[in-house]
């Protein structure tokens, strides 16, 4: 039986001294991150069921990770956090954490609140429109079952748009899940970014069907091309 792997990013090597053997036992196989940037690839590479995830990151701000990991995935976030200010607790939780535990916290209420997580888990998703498939976990694209190679970006914008094919989205809040909030009204950067995914997964990119243009709001992925 395989076992849920969990991956713990908290850069303080006493902390995951703890928590590796405590997950290990309780039937989880554990990955380490101890930067925002190695959670980002652990992320990538692993493709965790859960995610113990620490916000005083010395690189990036935990939320910051937060927000990039919600772009494309769906794996539940557990924050741990000696931060305990309310709002901290609200942001993070409007980032999308599934939970939020303080520190120092009880071994056993961890655990509690790990299996709960996990029972409320979604599968991991695989998503379609047309003859576009997305494998979110191993951030793979194909086209009518040709490989396509995506730069981070490129796939960020491509998963956004297929959670919600069909419907418009923003520039504004595309501009905000991909850049962050100090870049969403910098809409350059978006044309110049969906003007390259054009041109992977279009079969002519001066005459767009599956990226299409919502005057005056957005983008929208066609469900069907």
């Given at each position: 039986?395989?076992r849920p792997?969990?991956?713990v990013v908290?850069?303080?090597?006493?902390?995951?001294?703890?928590?590796?053997?405590t997950?290990?036992?309780?039937g989880?196989?554990?990955?380490?991150a101890?930067?925002?940037?190695?959670a980002?690839?652990?992320?990538?590479?692993?493709?965790?069921?859960?995610?113990?995830?620490d916000?005083?990151?010395?690189?990036?701000?935990g939320?910051?990770?937060?927000r990039?990991l919600?772009i494309?995935?769906e794996t539940p976030?557990?924050?741990?956090s000696?931060?305990?200010?309310?709002e901290e607790?609200v942001?993070a939780?409007?980032l999308?954490?599934?939970?939020y535990?303080?520190k120092?916290?009880?071994?056993?209420?961890?655990?509690?609140?790990?299996?709960a997580?996990?029972?409320?888990a979604?599968?991991?998703?695989?998503?379609?429109?047309?003859?576009?498939?997305?494998?979110?976990?191993?951030?793979?694209?194909?086209?009518?079952?040709?490989?396509?190679?995506?730069?981070?970006?490129e796939f960020?914008?491509?998963?956004?748009?297929?959670?919600?094919?069909?419907?418009?989205l923003?520039?504004?809040?595309?501009?905000?899940?991909?850049w962050?909030?100090?870049h969403?009204?910098?809409?350059?950067?978006l044309?110049?970014?969906?003007?390259q995914?054009?041109?992977?997964?279009?079969?002519?990119?001066?005459?767009?069907?599956?990226?299409l243009?919502?005057?005056?709001?957005?983008?929208?992925?066609?469900?069907?091309?």
């Amino acid at each position: 039986m395989t076992r849920p792997k969990i991956l713990v990013v908290d850069d303080e090597p006493q902390i995951r001294r703890v928590l590796k053997p405590t997950l290990t036992a309780s039937g989880y196989e554990v990955v380490e991150a101890g930067t925002g940037h190695e959670a980002l690839e652990a992320l990538r590479e692993e493709a965790p069921e859960l995610v113990l995830l620490d916000l005083g990151l010395p690189d990036l701000d935990g939320k910051e990770v937060l927000r990039r990991l919600r772009i494309v995935s769906e794996t539940p976030v557990i924050v741990l956090s000696a931060r305990d200010r309310e709002e901290e607790k609200v942001m993070a939780l409007d980032l999308g954490a599934d939970d939020y535990v303080e520190k120092p916290f009880a071994a056993g209420e961890l655990l509690a609140r790990l299996r709960a997580a996990l029972r409320h888990a979604p599968e991991t998703p695989r998503l379609s429109a047309g003859d576009i498939s997305i494998d979110v976990a191993r951030r793979k694209v194909t086209k009518s079952g040709q490989e396509v190679k995506l730069t981070r970006k490129e796939f960020d914008l491509l998963a956004l748009l297929a959670r919600r094919a069909g419907r418009p989205l923003t520039n504004r809040e595309i501009l905000r899940q991909i850049w962050g909030p100090a870049h969403e009204h910098d809409a350059q950067y978006l044309r110049v970014l969906v003007g390259q995914l054009r041109a992977k997964i279009e079969d002519d990119p001066a005459a767009p069907r599956r990226i299409l243009n919502e005057p005056g709001v957005g983008y929208r992925l066609a469900e069907e091309a």
